[in-house]
């Protein structure tokens, strides 16, 4: 051609563009099964592991107690948007200075938009769980925010006093730094005692891995011994660090759990396209503070 373009060239972009992330998918595949395989002696059946493989559960398949929702709205838990946008929200509210009229507001807007859970510092439990009792909206709390780095009978008395408080759900903070170096044993022991502690009541667990601190392989590695010491979900990050969620996260996190488990994105969720390309990616509850303003901008109203 006469001004010296390659009409092949934007082909030729994309076909490497294509082989690229098929070489990223096919690294992340070999990474998360040799992962699997390093920890299935933790789980003798290999039952949890090998349910990674496979689509998600069902609700009903996984053993979870009936969503109180019914069919209108979304399963706040199930993996699937079979409602609003709103039913898959966390609504949150954990920063420092949070007031007791904050938790107030927070719950009066976890009611009106059908949120999934409002979750709030373990201070507010009960205040949380009084005011939204007898809507399906949970009390969901967190343990060991936001390091991670409390003593293992520290997080699960923190967990039995929340779920004795009325907490239904409780997001644990990983220890990091135990992850980091190595002691898998330990990592798997603290989780496996908080997620005892909130079964007592029947409250499910989330493990937060603070994914901007990990890499790759110790994303994948957190995911396996969450799944191996019975939590419900994976969750992204606590808010708290140098960066929230990521699309490619929570699609590393899917692909390692698979049907097991379900996974949470947080931190940086501000707006309903961010949401919505979480989900996409393979997350099943959002946690975010922009909650009102995310269903808004989705269209969503209050319900009657």
């Avoid at 294509?18 to 003798?44: H, M, N, S, W, Y």
């Avoid at 009229?101 to 927070?106: N, P």
């Avoid at 343990?143 to 923190?158: D, N, Q, R, Y």
């Avoid at 699609?251 to 698979?258: A, K, P």
């Amino acid at each position: 051609m006469q001004d010296g373009s390659d009409p092949g060239a934007a082909n030729r972009q994309a076909m490497t563009e294509q082989e690229r992330k098929a070489c990223i998918e096919q690294e992340r595949k070999v990474l998360i099964e040799r992962v699997r395989g390093r920890f299935r002696a933790t789980d003798p059946s290999g039952a949890a592991l090998d349910r990674a493989e496979e689509g998600p559960l069902s609700r009903e398949a996984a053993g979870w107690p009936r969503d109180e929702r019914g069919d209108e709205g979304a399963d706040a838990s199930s993996g699937r948007l079979s409602g609003p946008l709103a039913g898959c929200i966390d609504h949150t509210a954990l920063k420092p200075g949070t007031t007791v009229e904050d938790v107030r507001r927070l719950c009066e807007e976890a009611r009106l938009y059908g949120f999934a859970a409002v979750c709030v510092n373990p201070c507010y439990v009960a205040l949380a769980a009084g005011r939204l009792e007898g809507t399906p909206v949970a009390t969901c709390t967190v343990i060991g925010f936001p390091l991670g780095a409390s003593a293992t009978v520290t997080k699960a008395f923190e967990t039995h006093r929340a779920v004795r408080d009325g907490a239904r759900e409780v997001d644990v903070v990983v220890n990091i730094g135990m992850l980091k170096s190595g002691r898998w044993d330990y990592v798997e022991s603290d989780l496996r005692a908080v997620v005892r502690a909130a079964r007592s009541a029947g409250a499910i667990t989330k493990v937060i891995l603070e994914t901007a601190l990990l890499t790759d392989e110790e994303k994948v590695t957190a995911c396996v011994l969450a799944q191996n010491a019975g939590a419900r979900f994976v969750k992204t990050s606590t808010g708290f660090a140098r960066g929230g969620a990521t699309p490619s996260d929570v699609s590393l996190m899917r692909s390692t759990v698979g049907r097991a488990m379900e996974v949470k994105a947080s931190g940086g969720i501000r707006t309903a396209e961010a949401a919505l390309s979480m989900i996409a990616s393979g997350a099943s509850r959002i946690g975010t503070s922009s909650s009102v303003e995310i269903v808004r901008n989705h269209g969503e109203t209050v319900r009657n």
